[in-house]
């Protein structure tokens, strides 16, 4: 799985930066040799905010270099447990 794959789909990225301990989920718009451009609902509300707007024409896409994600997941196929539950 790469970055690329998961364009036009809802990633969570821990973004230190941003927050060190929220993880963020934003949608993936594109990807870069050396980063990932992503919509995040958070980044246009603090925007919004800050220019005392309620709403602007069009969506921002930001730009995360890599070295700037500490992490990120995504939901794949398949069920997930908790081991200690189940005795494992």
């Known amino acids: 799985m790469n ?3 998961l364009v036009g789909q ?11 301990f929220v993880v963020q989920r934003v ?7 050396g980063g990932i451009w ?5 980044a ?12 602007a024409p069009r969506t921002l896409a930001f730009f995360l270099p890599y070295h700037e994600i500490t992490f990120g997941f995504v ?3 398949g069920v997930s447990l908790d081991e200690k539950a189940f005795g494992v």
């Open 27 to 33: 949608k993936l718009v594109g990807v870069d040799a």
């Open 75 to 77: 939901g794949t196929e």
């Open 44 to 55: 246009m509300n603090v925007i919004l905010r800050t220019l005392n707007l309620p709403s």
């Open 10 to 20: 809802t990633v969570a990225l821990l973004i230190p930066k941003v927050n060190p």
């Open 38 to 42: 992503i919509e995040s609902q958070a």
């Open 3 to 5: 970055f690329a794959q």
